[in-house]
């Protein structure tokens, strides 16, 4: 669904807040170090530290925003204009990606991930 680089926060929401299994994996695609945070510890901290509260809210907001836009964009879109976007807004993972991996983020094939790439 997509990719974090290094320094980025990142779950699957629905499950972290709703607190039920997710359909979904988080995959590493390259060895990483993880820090996490459970979520009763997050509610206990939110509710001790507004700026902790804030920040949780804002971070939701953001991937609601995010989400909302990549489901308008992939309604929208043909594969030459996600690929470009992808390029434009996350071209600085292109070599940490494998092809089987980005065509399945722009909702394409592998061959027209090639066909598009070719192009370029």
Request: glycine letters at 4%; proline letters at 1%; aromatic letters at 10%.
């Amino acid at each position: 669904m997509r990719f974090f680089s290094e320094g980025n926060v990142f779950s699957v929401l629905d499950s972290f807040i709703e607190q039920k299994p997710s359909i979904y994996d988080i995959v590493a695609l390259e060895d990483s170090t993880v820090s996490y945070i459970l979520y009763d510890d997050l509610q206990t901290l939110c509710h001790e530290y507004h700026q902790i509260e804030t920040f949780y809210r804002k971070l939701l907001s953001m991937a609601v925003i995010e989400m909302m836009s990549r489901v308008g964009h992939s309604l929208e879109e043909t594969g030459i204009v996600a690929y470009n976007r992808f390029l434009k807004n996350q071209g600085h993972l292109l070599q940490r990606i494998s092809l089987a991996d980005m065509a399945s983020y722009l909702g394409i094939t592998q061959v027209s991930l090639s066909r598009i790439r070719r192009v370029k």
